[in-house]
């Protein structure tokens, strides 16, 4: 496998200042963009501003890269996926390590949190991995066909293993020596998610290359709240994962090669973080996406139980020994926000009508041993 420095921001092979009128233009048919902000809000609706405003016939591929977020679903529950608690503590990641002019903050900020307005299942972003976004025409959609276009390119680069599994994710294989009978080990690269309107159709994934973060990930990922919860909406599908070993920069150069070579070549257009805030109707979805109403409250119907139910009948990890015998609490929420409380052991009546996610100190609603552990469980007021 070929090896490569971590995060770059080296020179593309061709390079054209962007031009938020080309976007639309009819003639303007194969189009390709390199983002150089880190910001995964003013990304994620650059993204969205090229689905909503370039040609129907267009073809247009997306490169970007993301400061340290989780990154859930349009329809997941952040209180099941995600462990909330651990995105304000930036102790917990590995440091940044890159010489990008805008990282130096990275390491301070933590881990955001972001829903974006696709569907799939949770991914965690930073420095060492590279999004990749095409957006076409919905005749010319397939859920593999982009997916391909990128092993193509990791195998350029000497990762002989790369391939597309059913799943429509990319995976490594580890082949064991040939005097081995150990089956071979294979790992996830890169998830995809997909959304689809009339007139364009968009496919988009992340493919870890060189994160230093890779044994953190869990720590990010496992929610306290998952035994005690039950949610509509998607899962996410844990898998094994580990780093590429390729460089941004060669990775960012091979996919454009292959998208060229699918569609035709064409400038690359380097994307300044000034470049996209000039665009009202991006900084229009950024704030949106921003905004705690749309992390939060975007969340289908779930119900959390501290003890089995009819309707969920999981078995309970035991509760700390602080907490009394006699806890029993069962909370509906709705759009993030209670809709009904009961229990044994608790006093419920302050929850009615509470947004989880506005709740600076549980202690304050049900008691100080509860809510000691409630606000482990589902974390403190998002900053």
């Known amino acids: 496998m ?73 329809n997941q529950n952040p209180w099941l996926e995600v462990a909330l608690s ?56 397939d859920r593999d066909r982009h997916a391909l276009m990128v092993v193509r390119a990791l195998r350029s680069l000497g990762v002989s293993t790369a391939r597309v599994n059913e799943r429509h994710d990319i995976v490594l294989d580890d082949v064991p020596p040939d005097n081995d009978n150990t089956p071979p080990s294979t790992f996830k690269v890169s998830g995809s998610a997909y959304k689809l309107t009339r007139l364009r159709s968009l496919h988009h994934g992340t493919c870890l290359l060189s994160t230093p973060n890779l044994d953190r990930v869990g720590r990010f990922l496992r929610s306290p709240a998952a035994p005690y919860l039950k949610a509509r909406g998607v899962d996410s599908v844990r898998s094994p994962i580990r780093n590429v070993g390729v460089g941004n920069a060669a990775f960012e150069e091979a996919v454009i090669a292959e998208f060229g070579a699918l569609y035709g070549n064409v400038d690359v257009e380097t994307v300044t973080t000034r470049d996209i805030q000039e665009i009202p109707d991006v900084m229009r979805g950024h704030d949106e996406l921003k905004s ?39 909370i509906t929420a709705r759009h993030g926000q209670i809709t009904e409380a009961k229990g044994a052991g608790i006093e419920t009546s302050a929850l009615d009508s509470v947004y989880l996610h506005k709740v600076d100190d549980w202690r304050t609603l049900v008691g100080e041993s509860a809510g000691s552990w409630l606000n482990g469980v589902f974390g403190p007021r998002p900053c």
């Open 2 to 74: 070929a090896s490569a420095p971590g995060p770059s921001s080296g020179p593309l092979h061709r390079r054209r200042h962007f031009s938020a009128e080309a976007v639309a233009h009819p003639t303007n048919r194969v189009q390709i963009y390199v983002s150089r902000s880190h910001d995964p809000y003013l990304n994620l609706s650059f993204e969205h501003y090229l689905l909503q405003k370039s040609h129907p016939d267009s073809v247009v591929l997306l490169l970007y890269t993301n400061r340290p977020c989780v990154v859930i679903g349009r």
């Open 292 to 330: 705690l109403d749309w992390i939060y409250t975007q969340t289908p119907q779930f119900t959390f139980s501290t003890r089995p139910t009819v309707d969920d009948p999981r078995p309970r990890p035991p509760l700390p020994d602080y907490l009394s015998r006699d806890l029993d609490l069962s």
């Open 86 to 141: 651990a995105l304000h503590r930036p102790e917990l990641l590995a440091p940044s390590g890159t010489d990008h002019a805008d990282a130096g903050d990275v390491d301070a900020l933590g881990v955001q949190l972001v829903r974006r307005r696709s569907g799939g299942g949770t991914v965690f972003h930073d420095l060492g991995n590279v999004n990749y976004s095409v957006l076409c025409p919905p005749a010319a959609f």
